[in-house]
């Protein structure tokens, strides 16, 4: 079992970056494939980005391609969510998760473990 905590949220404003973190408890993170998803009020949780579990292959959302990046280090137990040129759409509480699988995973329903979230505001 792993247990996930986001860090890095905040209140910015439009164009900004922000880089989010996951930490990951346990000697075995390098197992697991990591997922970023995001939920905005009244709406569902979408997929974000996701990393397979070697860092070698990631995937992205098309709403944030080309602005966001996701990475891990395995050494670390974490794995970042860089985010860049943030618009007001990109308002949402964002959760990172795991699943113990070789390839990425991009469906909410394939993750086991999730964090608690942690909140990313941005204002016109």
């Known amino acids: 079992q792993v247990q996930l905590v986001e860090s890095g949220g905040g209140l910015v404003q439009a164009g900004d970056s922000l880089r989010l973190s996951c930490a990951a408890s346990?000697?075995?993170?390098?197992?697991?494939?990591m997922g970023w998803f995001r939920q905005a009020p009244g709406k569902e949780r979408d997929f974000v980005a996701a990393?397979?579990?070697?860092?070698?292959?990631?995937y992205y959302a098309d709403s944030v391609k080309g602005r966001f990046t996701i990475s891990r280090d395995n050494a670390k137990n974490t794995v970042y969510l860089q985010m860049n040129n943030l618009k007001p759409e990109d308002t949402a509480v964002y959760y990172c998760?795991?699943?113990?699988?070789?390839?990425?995973?991009?469906?909410?329903?394939?993750?086991?473990?999730w964090g608690q979230g942690t909140q990313v505001t941005v204002s016109s």
């Open positions: 998760a795991a699943k113990i699988a070789i390839a990425l995973k991009t469906r909410s329903s394939e993750y086991n473990y």
């Open positions: 346990g000697r075995t993170f390098s197992t697991y494939a």
């Open positions: 990393i397979n579990r070697s860092g070698g292959s990631t």
